[in-house]
């Protein structure tokens, strides 16, 4: 409802371009049990459908009784509601870094701390022989190709979409020259941006790519002990150093532009 009050207002305002960033999850079941399974189609509902489905399908969740029970009785909902939070967007920012494994294991505990070493173990178990970043996430480029090719199936009026997040968090190190080789993170996003070409070719329509992120910086519950920056923040003196994924996205980048440029007409003498 607060999004769709302020698209109303952006627009009354002149804005061009306005949309929504959202973080959707490609959520696998840890077994196949049928409570695995189960638990998926509830994680869906709670990472997903809440969000896109009214955004993109003018409907409320499927689900939501099966996943909130007494809290999804539409007593807070008014006519107009829908409406108004599913105004036409001219796109959806989309915030992407690993697949989920989900299990139908009971959480007690509801300290923040022990809640995300909980969702680490569970990602850690996903599959065996992945490699996973400093975060404990699985690195499956292929996911981030069902995701999109998913949203562009689920929802045919899907708006260009923008990839606002995408990056990797790794154990950079300076080596003895000063230099941060972070291989492990070239990797990444070589993979991942490929896996985005893929989703392109089937036909998703994509307008923009952004790194997370640029510099090292403040990661939520993380605090500084997790570098994303394709440049590296000294905490201390705050002197910045580009690591060899800053080379690698420059030069990715200006191949791109040169391969693609359009080639500007003589003009003739005057």
């Known amino acids: 409802m607060g999004h769709g009050l302020a698209v109303r207002v952006l627009r009354e ?84 870094y690993r697949p989920i494994t989900v299990s139908d294991v009971p959480f007690q505990d509801p300290d923040p701390a022990t809640r995300t070493a909980v969702d680490i173990r569970a990602e850690e178990s996903w599959r065996d022989g992945v490699r996973r970043t400093t975060m404990g996430w699985p690195v499956v480029p292929g996911a981030f190709t069902d995701l999109l090719t998913g949203l562009r199936r689920r929802y045919p009026g899907l708006p260009p979409l923008l990839i606002t997040e995408n990056g990797s968090a790794e154990d950079d190190r300076a080596d003895g020259d000063g230099q941060i080789r972070d291989a492990d993170r070239v990797a990444y996003l070589r993979d991942h941006l490929a896996a985005l070409a893929d989703a392109m070719e089937q036909g998703v329509d994509v307008r923009g790519y952004y790194v997370w992120s640029l510099l090292d910086n403040f990661e939520w519950a993380r605090g500084y002990n997790k570098r994303f920056g394709i440049v590296r923040v000294d905490y201390d003196t705050l002197e910045r150093t580009p690591k060899d994924s800053y080379r690698w996205y420059r030069d990715l980048i200006t191949d791109h532009r040169d391969r693609t440029r359009t080639p500007v007409q003589e003009q003739p003498n005057r």
């Open 13 to 96: 305002a002149g804005a061009a371009d306005v949309g929504i960033t959202l973080n959707p999850d490609v959520l696998l079941p840890a077994t196949d049990s049928e409570a695995d399974r189960d638990a998926v189609r509830r994680a869906q509902t709670m990472h997903n459908d809440v969000f896109l489905d009214p955004l993109l399908a003018g409907h409320y969740p499927e689900h939501e009784r099966e996943t909130w029970g007494e809290l999804a009785d539409g007593s807070y909902r008014r006519d107009g509601d829908l409406e108004l939070i599913g105004a036409p967007l001219d796109f959806v920012g989309i915030n992407y």
